[in-house]
């Protein structure tokens, strides 16, 4: 069954570093998201992409996010300098169309120290 | 208020047991979808409702329109079952509104 898969599972960085989170979508997949759940709470949605462009974001996706989609494969979410409160959980999903649900990826751990 | 609410937050049940979990929701939406969410933190779509009812071997999802309402029954509940069981809504756009998830333990 095709899967979504994030890269890496974990990683730790030091406040104030610039990290990539890396998401390779189901390949016939048109629309692509981020969300994020911090330990102890409910997933809450970063951002949406579609048509090589956010469609939709929240409040948490401020300035210091990033999305982009370098290739035909990798979908990747970038925070340019981290904050202890960016710890979090990080989720990438994919879906083909609007009306269908998603293929959420494994999850990358991003713990900032 | 949170647009979707979860009961019970937590709950046990002995192997066996029928299971019931319950969605409500204050807004209009496109589609309910009932996820699990295990230890490990990976995400598990189950079903995606807009009416109606759907099974998938020991789960049944509910949905009533009318009432803002959908459950999520587990049949011969089984330890393997044990996760956090997460209703989430898209309304209107394509991102989903979660809730903040039953957490289930069944013990053998």
């Known amino acids: 069954e095709p899967e979504v898969t994030q890269t890496p599972s974990h990683q730790v960085t030091q406040m104030g570093q610039e990290v990539i989170l890396r998401c390779v979508p189901i390949?016939?997949?048109?629309?692509f998201y981020w969300y994020r759940q911090i330990l102890g709470q409910k997933v809450e949605f970063l951002v949406s992409?579609?048509?090589?462009?956010?469609?939709?974001k929240s409040e948490i996706f401020d300035d210091q996010f990033s999305v982009e989609r370098p290739d035909g494969s990798n979908f990747t979410l970038k925070i340019r300098s981290t904050k202890l409160e960016d710890s979090a959980m990080y989720f990438c999903?994919?879906?083909?169309?609007?009306?269908?649900?998603?293929?959420f990826g494994s999850g990358t751990r991003l713990t900032v120290v | 208020k949170n647009e979707v609410e979860q009961s019970p937050q937590n709950l046990t049940a002995q192997e066996g047991e029928f299971i019931t979990i319950n969605c409500s929701y204050s807004?209009?939406?496109?589609?309910l979808h009932w996820l699990q969410q295990h230890p490990g933190g990976g995400i598990v779509s189950l079903f995606m409702?807009?009416?109606g009812k759907k099974k998938h071997g020991r789960l049944i999802a509910t949905i009533n329109i009318q009432e803002k309402h959908s459950s999520l029954h587990i049949t011969a509940s089984h330890p393997r079952d044990s996760a956090v069981y997460i209703c989430?809504?898209?309304?209107?756009?394509?991102?989903?509104?979660f809730g903040t998830g039953t957490r289930l333990k069944v013990l053998a």
């Open positions: 999903a994919s879906s083909p169309d609007e009306n269908y649900g998603y293929t």
């Open positions: 390949s016939n997949h048109l629309y």
């Open positions: 992409f579609y048509n090589n462009e956010i469609s939709e």
């Open positions: 807004v209009g939406i496109s589609a």
């Open positions: 409702l807009s009416s």
């Open positions: 989430a809504l898209t309304s209107g756009t394509y991102k989903y509104i």
